[in-house]
T-cell receptor, first 116, second 108 residues
């Protein structure tokens, strides 16, 4: 069964350092999402791509976060510089199987970030 | 944006018991999914159910879109059912907003 891939699974970094996360969605999925989940809360959308275009980045802290999906396939989320408050689980998801006409969303295993 | 409320926030069950989790939302939706988040943080798809009723083994779900709620039923609960259950809803075709979750603990 096809899965969303993410790396790394765990990342420990010092504040003020740069950090990057990678996501490879399910093949054929046009929409890719990055979420941030703080312990005890539900996932919060950071950025949503439709193919290579950003369709929603209203909750992305643009002074330090950036995201790209250059060829409309895999994606990278970057934080520079990292702050203590960025410690969280970063989740990638994909949806919209064009051929099947399905909007069901699938999640990767996540990257657990700890900023010290 | 759309508001999503889940209840109860916490639930403790004896193994073998049944339970009902509820998701209320503030606007008409075109998308609704139920997820189970395991202790390692992985979100596992349970149901994609913008309307109607579906069943998968011991789990079933019903969404009444006109009344803006969805229910997740767990029957004969097992310890492996423990974790957090999330409801995610969306108004447009591929947009999702998450509730705050129901934390379920099943005791042997």
């Amino acid at each position: 069964e096809a899965e969303v891939a993410q790396s790394p699974r765990y990342k420990i970094t010092e504040k003020s350092q740069a950090v990057a996360f990678w996501c490879d969605p399910i093949s054929g999925h046009a929409t890719l999402y990055w979420y941030r989940q703080i312990l005890g809360q539900g996932p919060e959308l950071l950025v949503q791509f439709q193919d290579e275009s950003v369709v929603d980045d209203s909750q992305l802290p643009k002074d330090r976060f950036s995201a790209e999906r250059l060829k409309g396939v895999d994606s990278t989320l970057k934080i520079q510089p990292a702050e203590l408050g960025d410690s969280a689980m970063y989740l990638c998801a994909s949806s919209f199987d064009v051929l099947a006409g399905s909007y069901e969303q699938y999640f990767g295993p996540g990257t657990r970030l700890t900023v010290t | 944006g759309i508001q999503v409320e889940q209840s109860p926030p916490d639930l403790i069950l004896q193994e073998g018991a049944n339970s009902t989790l509820r998701c209320n939302f503030s606007d008409s939706v075109n998308n609704l999914q139920w997820f189970h988040q395991n202790p390692w943080g992985q979100l596992i798809n349970l149901f994609y159910i913008p309307s109607g009723t579906k069943q998968n083994g011991r789990l079933s779900a019903t969404t009444v879109a006109t009344e803006r709620y969805s229910l997740l039923y767990i029957s004969s609960s097992q310890t492996t059912d423990s974790g957090v259950y999330f409801c995610a809803v969306g108004v447009t075709g591929n947009q999702f907003y998450f509730g705050t979750g129901t934390s379920l603990t099943v005791i042997p």
